[in-house]
Structures are given as C-alpha cells and as structure tokens.
C-alpha cells in the first residue's frame, strides 16, 4: 500500500488518469470544504513511493475532477463557488478556461467516455450542464429541481447520462431525444422503491427516502447503474425495468455511502466509499458461484461484501479504479489527508 498526505488539504476525490497508468488527479479543499481554499494535486506513482508533478491552488473548495478523454494533461474540477475550471498539467498558475453558470456548489464533474468532446456538470443548484472545453458558455441545462450530488455519461453512449439527488431518485437523460417540457428527461426511478419480491421470499419492507450522493454505469451491462448515498444502502438497478426496484440490495456500511464505482475489469465487482471510514469490494451476485445473500434480511439480488479496507481515518470521499495492469489496483482519498493506493486483492475475504 502507498501513501501521500495533502498536508492542509482534506480529499474530496480521486481519479486515475485515462492515458498514464501511473499518474493520478486529487480534488481536496482546506477546512473539509466548509470554508477556505481547494487544491488540484497531479500524483505520479514511481518506484520511491507518490510523489507530486504538479499542484494548483483554487480560491474555493474542489468537490470533484474528472480527466479529459482527448487531452493526456487536461483536467476539469468543480468548485464550491458554483465554477469549473480546466487545468493543463504542462501549464503553471491559472487554469485554461473557467465556466461560471452555476449559482451553487458544484459537486460533480464527468467527461464523455465515448464522445470524449464534452463533459457534464451538477450542482446544489438542481442542474446538469453540458460543457464543450472550447466554447466559453454551457450548450445544455437539464433541470432536476433537487440537489444533485452525482451527473455521469453512460460509458456505452454518447448522448445518454444520468444523475442522482437529494430527493432520493435515479434520473436518466437521452440527448437524442427532444427537449420539450421534458427537457430530454426519459426515465425517474425512485431508489427508495422496494425490490420486486422473488416467490417464496416475504415484501420487501418500505424504507423513508434518503439523499442519494453517488451512482456509476456497469461497464459491461449498458442498462446497470449502482447508487448509494445516507441510507447506507448499495442499490442496484436495471433502467429496462424501472418498476421492479433494485435488483440487488447491500447492506453493510455504518454511515453514508459516498461513492461507487464498478470494476474495468469485472462486471460483478464494486467499490464503496463511506463516512465510516472503510472502502468495501463487493460482488451484486450476477457472477456464478456466489453465495445467496449475507443474511441481513435488507439484502436483496445474491449480493455480498468480499472484504474492506479500513486504513483511512475520517470520511473515505473518493475511490477509483486503475484501467491498466494487473486487476484490482486502486486509489482512495479521505479527509484524513491521506491518499491511498491500494490492491483490492489483498482485502479479499478479510
């Protein structure tokens, strides 16, 4: 395991670079984000341990950051002054270009997988926008009407993306349709909806909505998306049946889930990050072998907990897999100010 302090600087999120398998992105802000400056860190791994090639410093706290899929030293981040700003590894001082639409935090930021031309944005302020890097002003607003703490791209379209809110609800957004009184809006599924009961199983029990804070694309089944958020709760749904609930169900965390992400490698496998101060590799059950469920009687789907990793000492805020190499690398940062890099291999089962 390695390890690299942002002395000063409390971690809002972690991302591996797309196009160098050891170099990686950290959005952490002063004061836990409540008040103060943020800080963009570029980390190299290399033989002597992470090290920095490059740090920028923000007026505002960083919640998020996302790597351009088109440029190998461009990264966006998104600001609690309501700004993004695009920043180029081979540039000192100012970012490139800064964006300033939004009148809240902005929490979320993610670039296009496969159009790779643009990348969207969410905010307090109950909107996604949808950015170009060249062009000065957003070319879409989607309104949600809540919080949003979570806006990605599918990673099997180009045109489809997704959004999760403070109002407990999984949205999901087709560019290709029209905008209308819609506003390109094609599927609103309730998280908090109980699971389609399998025979012989009794009801699922209703369960109050909670904020949702995170949700990610399967990258190997283009209808599955996984959220989470204060209710602890892992969810999995299908968005070819949004009226059957989760497919799976996983309990297990003690406070709020703040992020997941699904493996590059197995279309099983998940990561968690949560304010009890842990990340947890678990499988949703679809892969065969798997033992039906853990006994919680919230579990839903065959899924389980595979083994965590409880080395952070505050809030765990950021987790992200590494696309390259051996399977199972990662990243995770804290508001411990301490970046993480770790093997999930070796907490299997623990």
């Known amino acids: 395991m390695l390890e690299f302090r942002t002395q000063g600087f409390n971690g809002y999120a972690v991302q591996y670079s797309p196009f160098i398998d050891s170099r990686l992105a950290v959005a952490a802000s002063a004061n836990f984000g409540l008040v103060g400056n943020g800080r963009l860190y570029i980390l190299s791994l290399t033989p002597q341990g992470i090290v920095v090639e490059k740090w920028f410093d923000t007026q505002d706290s960083l919640y998020d950051l996302s790597w351009s899929e088109t440029h190998e030293n461009q990264v966006v981040a998104a600001a609690g002054d309501g700004s993004i700003k695009l920043f180029d590894v081979g540039l000192d001082g100012f970012p490139v270009q800064s964006w300033q639409e939004h009148k809240r935090e902005v929490f979320a930021v993610h670039w296009n997988l496969v159009g790779k031309d643009t990348f969207c944005s969410s905010s307090w302020d109950g909107c996604i926008k949808i950015w170009a890097p060249q062009r000065a002003e957003s070319l879409v607003t989607l309104p949600t009407h809540s919080c949003t703490y979570s806006a990605a791209y599918s990673p099997h379209s180009p045109s489809i993306l997704?959004?999760?809110?403070?109002?407990?609800?999984?949205?999901?957004?087709?560019?290709?349709?029209?905008?209308?009184?819609?506003?390109?809006?094609?599927?609103?599924?309730?998280?908090?909806?109980?699971?389609?009961?399998?025979?012989?199983?009794?009801?699922?029990?209703?369960?109050?909505?909670?904020?949702?804070?995170?949700?990610?694309?399967?990258?190997?089944?283009?209808?599955?998306?996984?959220?989470?958020?204060?209710?602890?709760?892992?969810?999995?749904?299908?968005?070819?049946?949004?009226?059957?609930?989760?497919?799976?169900?996983?309990p297990g965390h003690d406070y709020a889930v703040r992020k997941v992400a699904w493996s590059p490698h197995l279309g099983d496998i998940l990561l968690s990050a949560s304010y009890d101060m842990t990340c947890r590799v678990w499988t949703d059950g679809t892969a065969m072998g798997h033992a039906a469920g853990n006994g919680d009687p919230m579990a839903r789907g065959g899924?389980?907990?595979?083994?965590?990793?409880?080395?952070?000492?505050?809030?765990?805020?950021?987790?992200?897999?590494?696309?390259?190499?051996?399977?199972?690398?990662?990243?995770?940062?804290?508001?411990?100010?301490?970046?993480?890099?770790?093997?999930?291999?070796?907490?299997?089962?623990?």
């Not at 952070?312 to 690398?329: P, Q």
């Not at 990243?331 to 070796?346: G, K, N, T």
């Open 162 to 250: 997704s959004s999760v809110s403070s109002d407990s609800h999984l949205r999901i957004f087709d560019l290709r349709t029209p905008a209308s009184a819609s506003n390109h809006l094609t599927l609103s599924i309730p998280l908090h909806g109980p699971s389609s009961s399998a025979p012989g199983l009794p009801p699922q029990r209703a369960i109050p909505p909670a904020e949702a804070l995170t949700h990610d694309w399967n990258k190997y089944r283009d209808t599955v998306i996984a959220a989470a958020g204060v209710d602890r709760l892992i969810r999995t749904f299908d968005i070819r049946s949004p009226g059957h609930g989760p497919v799976a169900v996983l």
């Open 303 to 350: 899924g389980k907990e595979l083994g965590r990793m409880g080395r952070h000492t505050e809030f765990v805020t950021g987790v992200d897999w590494c696309l390259f190499g051996a399977e199972g690398w990662c990243a995770s940062c804290a508001w411990d100010e301490r970046v993480l890099v770790w093997d999930v291999r070796a907490i299997m089962g623990s």
